[in-house]
């Protein structure tokens, strides 16, 4: 009976420090930037208040983006984003959902830069299509860097590109993400 | 019992871990921004004649054009009224976000104007239910004194107006604004003829489609009806292609400033004398955003 005891409070702690350890990094800052550039006008957005939270043990990452939070060149432009393509009253966000399908390769408690291959879901839109990109995780005195860059058709989203604007838009984006992330004290 | 306390050990922080998975953005406390302002209520900064609550962007330039033709009902021989064009260019400019500013001419008396707008109050969620906006013009027509031998004041030329704007976008689909207005003239041509005059224009926004959209803009005069002079109606759409908005109208008034349709619209939308105008409107921009900055 004693060493049930005994062996039920090792479990115990071994909950409780499993529950404590900084094995997850977060950032609410982090930066997201677009190109669907299909013409000679330059079509660009950057959003600096992206949610992102990476669990280095389970090799999970989501991120949380608000669409009103990209920023234009052109007022127009943004206006036209949320109004006529993204519709972000009726869909404010886009999130993503992943794993890193090699976290095993990936050492987060020493400095380094690793290549993490991550496959998820992304919602936008209303819609949801899986994504695969390779991204690059750089640990550097107890913070990561998560770094990547992948290309979406806007048409696997529902957006519509009229006619007209055809040949200034592309339907391929590019997204680039660059989130500086800080360990998570629960 | 060892093994078993062993395993219910594993299971529960299998268990711990597997409840983590599916959220981890809620552990950081995501939520939405609490004051978000209301954007869009209207596609452009003017319903069809009058101030919309809508303002440019800071740093772009508006350049608008707009055509008042004559009437419909003058037949083909006229084109429809086409024969008979009127016309005001102006540029108009966002200082900040809540100040804009404008300046146009009218081949209509060869008068130019020029008005500020300020929006105090600006409806978001979270905040005001609706926006407030503040405009003051002037005008100051240019043509010849019909008597040039007695004493003229420049003063003469120059008309004035200030309107209050309470408006709301009630949904994506729906914006209304009521705005009341003081026009105030130097120059009258009788005593019978009031200096000041007072409507309160209802202006309103449906949306038909992401790009076009349905408009009424209706200036009844309340008080100091000028000599002659009718209420202004209009109704229109709004069409959107790129970096232009065309608005296309049907309406009674030929004036292009805020003086010129309370004061000096004689024609009797009732009696059907109407005619078609457009405004076009093009933006650019010209402060970039910071981060666009090189």
Redesign the interface.
């Known amino acids: 009976m004693q060493t049930t005891m005994k062996n039920l409070l090792v479990a115990l702690l071994f909950i409780t420090s499993s529950a404590q350890a900084q094995d997850k990094f977060f950032t609410k800052t982090g930066k997201i930037y677009f190109d669907c550039t299909g013409g000679i006008e330059k079509i660009e957005a950057t959003n600096k208040s992206t949610t992102c939270v990476l669990d280095s043990k389970a090799g999970l990452i989501q991120f949380s983006v608000l669409l009103k939070g990209f920023e234009f060149e052109k007022a127009l432009m943004e206006e036209h984003f949320n109004e006529n393509y993204v519709e972000s009253d009726k869909f404010p966000k886009a999130t993503f959902a992943g794993t890193i399908t090699n976290n095993s390769e990936i050492n987060y408690a020493k400095d380094g830069v690793y290549t993490a291959k991550v496959k998820g879901k992304l919602t936008m839109h209303g819609e949801t299509k899986d994504v695969e990109a390779i991204g690059k995780v750089t640990v550097k005195k107890g913070a990561v860097v998560a770094a990547a860059d992948f290309n979406i058709l806007l048409s696997d989203f529902k957006v519509a590109i009229p006619s007209v604007v055809k040949d200034k838009i592309n339907n391929k984006v590019t997204i680039t993400v660059d989130c500086q992330l800080d360990p998570l004290k629960s | ?2 093994k078993l ?2 395993l ?2 594993v299971l ?2 299998s268990y ?2 597997k409840a ?2 599916p ?3 809620s ?2 406390g ?1 939520e ?2 609490k004051k ?1 302002f209301q ?2 209520a209207f596609k452009s900064t003017r319903v069809i004649h009058g101030q919309s609550i809508e303002f ?5 330039l508006d350049f608008r054009i707009l055509h008042r033709f004559g009437y419909l009902n003058t037949g083909v021989k006229n084109l429809f009224g086409l024969d008979q064009a009127n016309m005001r260019m102006g540029l108009d400019y966002g200082i900040s976000k809540r100040i804009m500013v404008g300046f146009g001419r009218s081949n209509i008396n060869k008068e130019m104007d020029a008005f500020i707008k300020m929006r105090p109050i600006w409806q978001a969620t979270g905040g005001w239910p609706v926006s407030v906006v503040i405009v003051s013009g002037m005008t100051y027509t240019s043509v010849p004194w019909t008597d040039p031998s007695r004493k003229n004041f420049y003063t003469s030329r120059m008309g004035f107006y200030n309107q209050i704007i309470i408006g709301r976008k009630f949904s ?1 689909g729906f914006s209304m604004q009521v705005a009341p207005i003081m026009v105030h003239r130097n120059l009258v041509d009788s005593v019978a003829n009031p200096h000041d005059t007072y409507a309160v224009e209802i202006g309103a926004r449906i949306k038909l489609s ?2 076009i959209s349905f408009m009424i803009d209706a200036h009844p005069i309340v008080s100091g009806r000028p000599t002659g002079a009718k209420d202004s109606y209009g109704v229109g759409f709004d069409i959107e ?3 232009h908005v065309f608005q296309l109208h049907f309406s009674n008034a030929t004036g292009m400033n805020e003086k010129a349709y309370i004061t000096g619209t004689t024609a009797d939308f009732l009696k059907s004398e109407i005619r078609f105008g457009f405004n076009l409107s093009r ?1 650019f ?1 010209i402060v ?2 910071k ?2 900055r090189k």
């Open positions: 019992m060892r306390t062993f219910f050990a529960l922080t711990g871990v983590q998975q959220d981890l953005l552990l950081v995501e939405k921004p978000e954007k869009n440019l962007a800071n740093g772009t994506n992401q790009r292609t790129g970096g933006v921009t970039k955003p981060m666009y």
